[in-house]
Every structure is written in C-alpha cells, then in structure tokens.
C-alpha cells in the first residue's frame, strides 16, 4: 500500500503533524511518501492519500485547497483523509467546540463534494505571539486565548492508526 502524506504548513507544525501521521501509518507496514503539496506532482503512484493543511481564517491555505482542485479527478478515485492544523484548543472552553464545528463545516464542506473524504479531523496546532501581527495576538488574548503547544500526539497517532486499519481492511481479499 502505497500512501500520500501531503501538507501545507505556515509555521511547520503541521508540517510535524503530517510527518507523526506518516511515521504511524509506515509502522503500520504501509509505504508513505511525506511531501509539501507543492512538492507533489503526479498522484497516480499512490493507493491512498492523507492531506492536512493549516487554518487560518476558517481556511485551509490557499496552496492545499488549489492542491484538492487540481487533482480532483484522482483524488476522487482514492481513499482520502484530510486534517485540518487550528489553534482551537489556544481558545477558552466554551468557544473551542464552537471552533472546531466551524472549522469541519467550512473545510471539509469546501472539498466534501470533490474529493469524498473517508474522514476529517481538526487538531490543534503551536501558537506563539511572534507568529502573529501584533494586533491579531492582542485580538486572541482579549478572548481569553494562550499560546502554546496544544498538539495532541496520542490522538493524532490514534486517528492515523485507524486509517492504517481501515486500509489494511480494504487490502484483504472480499472485505471492502
């Protein structure tokens, strides 16, 4: 099995999540290539494709949504999963859940009728204020948020062991 781990990262903690999700899947036996998206030609080669990308304003960046549409055509023949790198988990308690939603419907809804995910998931990401403009750190701190490392490995590594699984189901003559 042959799988894609593609990504686009601002600050490189997605980049370090894509790479976590590849390391789980080639301990799982799988052959993973880990690439930018931008790095990533033809897909073709690929039994299943893993794609993430950082968040920002309700948005994936910019080069892994055109990275989806210009490869559509494929995508929509493969397994695909995507994670979406947000700083929900930065935010106060009531307003993470309110985040996450938000960040799923609009994402994953943007590319849910061309690619067909088999899932999405929303982690949280690094956040330090010399990332941001000044007044995007001071935005954030006046709703209460924090900066820091919210990346939550055991579950990122549970989430890539179920694809893992999933695919290894899909391999076994008469199960998928």
């Known amino acids: 099995m042959r799988i894609l781990v593609g990504y ?7 980049a370090e999540v894509a790479r976590r999700v590849a ?71 009531p307003l993470r859940r ?19 995910p088999r899932g999405h998931r929303v982690f949280s990401g690094v956040c330090r204020p010399e990332q941001l403009p000044r007044w995007v750190g001071v935005a954030f701190r006046a709703v209460g948020g924090h900066f820091g490392d919210y990346r939550d490995w055991p579950a990122i590594e549970a989430w890539a062991g179920q694809i893992a699984q999933e695919l290894d189901a899909r391999s076994v003559p008469g199960s998928a």
Not at 8 to 14: E, H, I, K, L, R
Not at 103 to 109: P, S
């Open 98 to 116: 309110m985040a996450r939603t938000a960040q799923d419907q609009r994402i994953a809804a943007a590319l849910r009728e061309d690619v067909h």
């Open 23 to 93: 390391t789980t899947l080639e301990h799982a036996g799988a052959t993973v290539e880990l690439a930018p998206v931008g790095e990533v030609g033809d897909l073709t080669g690929y039994d299943a494709v893993v794609l993430g990308s950082a968040v920002h304003n309700q948005s994936w960046m910019p080069e892994a949504a055109d990275f989806v549409h210009r490869h559509t055509a494929v995508l929509s023949q493969r397994p695909v999963w995507l994670f979406s790198v947000g700083m929900s988990d930065g935010l106060p308690r």
């Open 8 to 14: 686009a990262s601002w600050q490189g903690s997605t």
